[in-house]
């Protein structure tokens, strides 16, 4: 009969990090900015979503050591 298939994930603690860039969109190198100042501060990114408007990232990080991410507050 069918088959199933299961996967198991360890858990691990994240970090959501939300990003906006209000007054931005359209401006060239905005979008670099945002990402340059999370690379900038060695965060360790599991995953970037977009949301629904164009100028918001998302960034889910590793919980240990994203402290440092948390205190960029304007590019």
């Known amino acids: 009969m069918g088959g199933c298939c299961y996967r198991v994930v ?14 931005l969109a359209g401006v060239p190198g905005a979008d670099s900015d945002v990402f340059s100042a999370v690379k900038d ?7 970037i979503s977009q ?3 164009s100028s918001e990232f998302v960034f889910m990080l590793y919980a240990e050591g ?4 948390f205190s960029v507050t304007a590019v």
């Not at 060695?42 to 995953?47: D, L, Q, S």
């Not at 994203?66 to 991410?69: A, G, I, L, V």
């Open 10 to 23: 360890p858990r691990i603690q994240v970090s959501i990090l939300g990003t906006s860039r209000t007054g």
């Open 41 to 47: 501060v060695g965060a360790n990114v599991i995953m």
């Open 51 to 53: 949301v629904m408007s």
């Open 66 to 69: 994203s402290e440092s991410c």
